[in-house]
């Protein structure tokens, strides 16, 4: 029996929420398996103070929870309310 390995790539287009990758592996016998992690899609926040001051979150928020952090801070009066993807180990950067 021989093993053909392939790698995915490290991003499947999606929803915006998952990514998939993972390893494919093809058996010799037409058989084939994929080995597969799941990495979630995180977001941060941008908007500006009501008395005008830029500001960034400085945790990580799913969408669903960033859309409700937003309606919250437009609610107390913040402004330019933004939702951007952030990386792991990235923190978004108030814009002036």
């Known amino acids: 029996m021989t093993l053909k390995k392939a790698n995915l790539p490290r991003r499947w287009p999606c929803d915006g929420k ?3 990758r993972g ?3 093809v058996v010799e016998g037409g058989e084939v398996m994929i080995s597969m992690t799941s990495v979630m899609q995180y977001y941060g926040l941008l908007w ?6 830029p500001q960034a979150s400085a945790g990580r928020y799913d969408k669903r929870s960033a859309k409700h952090r937003r309606t919250e801070l437009k609610a107390v009066g913040c402004t330019r309310v933004e939702i951007v993807p952030v990386r792991p180990g990235d923190v978004p950067e108030p814009v002036s």
């Open 18 to 20: 998952w990514a998939i």
């Open 48 to 53: 500006t103070d009501p008395d005008g001051a």
């Open 23 to 25: 390893v494919l592996t």
